[in-house]
C-alpha cells in the first residue's frame, strides 16, 4: 500500500498535534489519490496489530513522497540518548535523510514550538546545542 505522505513524530509529545494533522492532510490529498491508495501513513490507524511495526513503518516510509516529521524540543530529548538505547524516531529521521538523497522522497520538518502552562507558546529552540545529539547513525 503506497502512502503520498508518512507523519513522524513521538507518541509521548506529539501525538494529538499527528491525530489532528493526518485527516487534514488526507482531505487535501485524496482527490489526487486512486481508490487503492491511503494518503497519509499515521501508524496509529495504518500499522497492522500483530505484524512487525518497526518493519511496517519503514515500509510505509519507503513509499511515501513526503516525510512530515513533527519535531519538537520534548521530542528531541530521547534523540540523545540514542547511542545507548534505540529510537525509532531518530530511526524514522535517518530514513527520511536517505530517501531525500537518493531522490525518492522530500521532506518537510515541522518545528513544533512548547506549550506554556499559562496556555501561552514558546518558539521551537531544541536545536540550540548540536552537540548533546548522537553522531553516529542508528
Known amino acids: 500500500l503506497k502512502h503520498s505522505v508518512f507523519i513522524n513524530y513521538r507518541v509521548a509529545t506529539e501525538a494529538p498535534l499527528a491525530r489532528t494533522l493526518a485527516p ?18 499515521l501508524d496509529q490507524t495504518c500499522l497492522v496489530p500483530g505484524e512487525p511495526w518497526e518493519q511496517g513503518f519503514l515500509c510505509a516510509l519507503m513509499t511515501c513522497d513526503l516525510a512530515v516529521l513533527l519535531i519538537s524540543e520534548a521530542a528531541l530529548e530521547r534523540t ?17 535523510l536517505e530517501l531525500k538523497a ?16 499559562n496556555g501561552d507558546f514558546r518558539k521551537f529552540a531544541g ?3 548540536l552537540h548533546d545529539f548522537p553522531d553516529a547513525p542508528h
Not at 490529498?29 to 486512486?34: D, G, P
Not at 537518493?102 to 502552562?117: F, Q
Request: aromatic fraction near 12%; hydrophobic fraction near 45%.
Open 24 to 41: 487534514f492532510l488526507g482531505e487535501r490529498i485524496a482527490t489526487t489519490q486512486s481508490a487503492f491508495c491511503s494518503p497519509v501513513f
Open 80 to 96: 540523545k540518548q540514542a547511542d545507548t538505547q534505540g529510537d525509532n524516531v531518530l530511526l524514522e529521521y535517518e530514513y527520511a
Open 102 to 117: 537518493r531522490g525518492l522522497a522530500e521532506i518537510l520538518p515541522v518545528l513544533v514550538g512548547a506549550k506554556l502552562d
Open 127 to 129: 536545536f540550540a546545542k
